[in-house]
């Protein structure tokens, strides 16, 4: 389980953490709705294809924008689409972002990439001290699977393989700080300890190599007319995120607050795949509870 996964249920950390107010979520559903609209606004500019994915697809499905108890924006792109974005992107707004990603930031420790709002603080549990943040949008690249069902496995779990030892690598560099986050919490610790003897094994590279291969793998297969698609860096690992290309695109678009954005074509299969029966709203216990250390959005008001 994933550090900040943890927190959010267990509640249990070392570290006082800030819950944020319902004032406090819906301005950064306004932040996070303006860098998104950035970033969808350059990608039609361009002719570039980009969609909503994940739980940003579910809420605009379900709620028309955002789900009212979350705070991210996840959008999903192809690689080869994001070679030609990102250039462009980071040359045109220098000042105002800049792109957390394996390749282009010294140090990345993450095989995604983040879109980070300059002169803000955003920092989540799982964020450790030396570690960039900032309010932010995920991008998810959609790779390419091939075709031969043998040849697919073998790429996914590789895939699978190298984001687990990159994970094990980067918790195992960041040991002393999780050690202070969960002070005495045995049942964590006894988790993320089988996490550092993996991480220990193959510290011989670092974190940021790790991630380095491990987006590289992702996008090994370069066959653009792939029946399949998948998302390696997504939550639900390399062979939870496979979806035929031909139901991703074209997209559709739906209302998202007082835009109309890009969602899969078949979004209900897609939304079907990750959440089940995703129509259903959760009731009030099941449903996310924010906890940030360190909340700054950049301005002169009062928003610790």
């Not at 291969?213 to 029946?227: F, P, T, V």
């Not at 129509?279 to 099941?286: G, T």
Request: glycine fraction near 8%; aromatic fraction near 12%.
């Amino acid at each position: 389980m994933r550090l900040n996964d943890f927190i959010k249920r267990s509640g249990q950390s070392s570290i006082p953490l800030h819950e944020v107010t319902d004032e406090e979520l819906h301005r950064l559903h306004k932040e996070m709705t303006n860098i998104a609209d950035d970033v969808i606004s350059i990608s039609d500019e361009m002719g570039i294809s980009i969609t909503l994915g994940g739980g940003s697809v579910l809420g605009a499905a379900r709620h028309s924008g955002f789900i009212p108890w979350d705070d991210d924006i996840d959008l999903n792109m192809t690689r080869k689409d994001w070679e030609v974005f990102a250039p462009v992107f980071q040359e045109r707004f220098k000042d105002k972002y800049f792109v957390y990603a394996p390749e282009s930031f010294n140090g990345a420790v993450i095989n995604a990439i983040r879109i980070y709002k300059r002169g803000t603080k955003l920092r989540e549990i799982a964020h450790a001290p030396n570690e960039p943040n900032g309010l932010f949008v995920d991008i998810f690249l959609l790779e390419n699977a091939p075709n031969n069902a043998v040849i697919r496995l073998c790429h996914g779990v590789l895939c699978q393989g190298l984001r687990y030892v990159a994970s094990c690598v980067r918790l195992y560099e960041q040991r002393a700080y999780i050690e202070t986050v969960f002070g005495e919490n045995a049942e964590a610790m006894a988790g993320y300890r089988k996490r550092f003897r993996v991480g220990r094994i193959f510290s011989f590279s670092s974190a940021h190599s790790w991630a380095i291969r491990s987006y590289r793998i992702n996008g090994l297969c370069r066959n653009e007319a792939s029946r399949f698609l998948t998302i390696p860096s997504g939550g639900k690992y390399y062979f939870g995120e496979l979806i035929r290309r031909d139901s991703y695109f074209p997209p559709k678009y739906l209302p998202f607050g007082d835009h109309s954005w890009p969602v899969p074509r078949d979004y209900d299969g897609y939304l079907t795949r990750l959440y089940g029966d995703w129509k259903e709203v959760p009731p009030v216990d099941k449903r996310e509870v924010h906890c940030l250390l360190e909340l700054d959005f950049g301005d002169d008001d009062d928003n610790e």
